[in-house]
C-alpha cells in the first residue's frame, strides 16, 4: 500500500520516448568519460609502479656491499 506511492514519486515513464534520447545521450558521454579517466588512472598507475621498482633495484644496489 505503502511503496507503490513512494515508486511513483521517483518513477517518471514518458509516453513520448523521444524523452529518453537526452539521457541516452548523457549517459553515452559520462561512460566514456568514466572509461578514459579509468584508463587515464591504470597507466599513471603503471608507470609510478615502474618508477618504484626501479628506485628499489637502485637502492638494493646501493645497500650491498660490493667484494673487492
Excluded at 537526452?22 to 568514466?34: G, H, K, Q, R, V
Aim: aromatic share 8%.
Amino acid at each position: 500500500m505503502f511503496q507503490p506511492t513512494v515508486l511513483s514519486l521517483f518513477l517518471y515513464f514518458p509516453e513520448d520516448k523521444s524523452e529518453y534520447i537526452p539521457a541516452a545521450i548523457s549517459l553515452i558521454i559520462f561512460m566514456i568519460a568514466a572509461a578514459l579517466t579509468m584508463r587515464l588512472i591504470i597507466k599513471i598507475s603503471k608507470r609510478e609502479a615502474q618508477k618504484a621498482k626501479e628506485l628499489e633495484e637502485k637502492l638494493k644496489n646501493q645497500t650491498t656491499p660490493k667484494n673487492s
